[in-house]
């Protein structure tokens, strides 16, 4: 099956420093990618839309120059949070779809972001 | 917007006994998917079922199974026979069918607690 690879899968920083996490889809092309964070026993909340190409389309209260969206190619999609700060620890888990239309949704594994 | 409600924060089920998780939804439109999918504790999303709008007939998945009331817009999840394994977090989500809108909408999630 799909499969998508997030990584790193865990990475502790110091406040001030950038974080880049990416996500690529292993045996598929994702036209679309779609960060999520993550809040202890809470939902996933969506952060960005990414499509190959184009430029990231964020939801309300994000806040696009701290949580940086790169989709360079069909296969992989970054995420760099910028002066990163303890408030930004939590978990971000992307997803990616395929070309066709209304192909599903599938999930990377998450990274757990610990800043100091 | 789309919004989808999952009303019961926690549930238990003893092993072998059957369990039935709640969600609710709120759209104007007339085509669309629901999904329910697990979150173990390694914090992996698994889907578990999927149900297209536009079918009548209840999706199942071995001991999973849904209760789609379109009228009602509600999309229960049965889970029989129930595992230790069954244990997690479970989220209800929504997602439109037209080609442009292809993010998921989460619940709050329900957290199931499997008693042996």
């Known amino acids: 099956g799909a499969v998508v690879s997030q990584h790193p899968s865990r990475v502790i920083c110091k406040s001030g420093t950038s974080v880049k996490i990416e996500c690529r889809s292993l045996?598929?092309?994702?036209?679309?990618m779609f960060w999520y964070r993550q809040f202890p026993k809470q939902s996933l909340m969506l952060m960005a839309t990414s499509n190959e190409g184009s430029k990231a389309t964020y939801e309300q209260g994000v806040e696009k120059d701290k949580f940086l969206i790169n989709h360079a190619s069909l296969t992989l999609s970054t995420l760099t949070v910028t002066s990163a700060h303890p408030e930004d620890s939590s978990f971000y888990i992307c997803?990616?779809?395929?070309?066709?239309?209304?192909?599903?949704?599938?999930f990377g594994n998450g990274t757990r972001l610990t800043v100091t | 917007a789309q919004t989808v409600t999952q009303s019961q924060p926690e549930m238990s089920v003893q092993e072998a006994e059957t369990v039935t998780l709640s969600c609710t939804y709120d759209t104007s439109e007339s085509d669309y998917y629901l999904f329910w999918y697990k979150q173990p504790p390694s914090r992996q999303m698994i889907l578990v079922i999927r149900?297209?709008?536009?079918?009548?007939q209840n999706a199942t998945e071995n001991r999973f199974s849904v209760n789609f009331q379109k009228a009602a817009k509600s999309f229960s999840l049965k889970i029989s026979d129930s595992q230790l394994g069954d244990a997690a977090m479970y989220f209800c989500?929504?997602?439109?069918?037209?080609?442009?809108?292809?993010?998921?909408?989460f619940g709050a999630g329900t957290i199931l607690r499997v008693k042996s």
């Open positions: 997803s990616a779809k395929g070309l066709i239309h209304n192909s599903p949704l599938h």
């Open positions: 045996d598929f092309q994702a036209t679309t």
């Open positions: 149900q297209e709008a536009y079918k009548q």
């Open positions: 989500a929504y997602r439109t069918s037209m080609e442009y809108g292809n993010k998921l909408v």
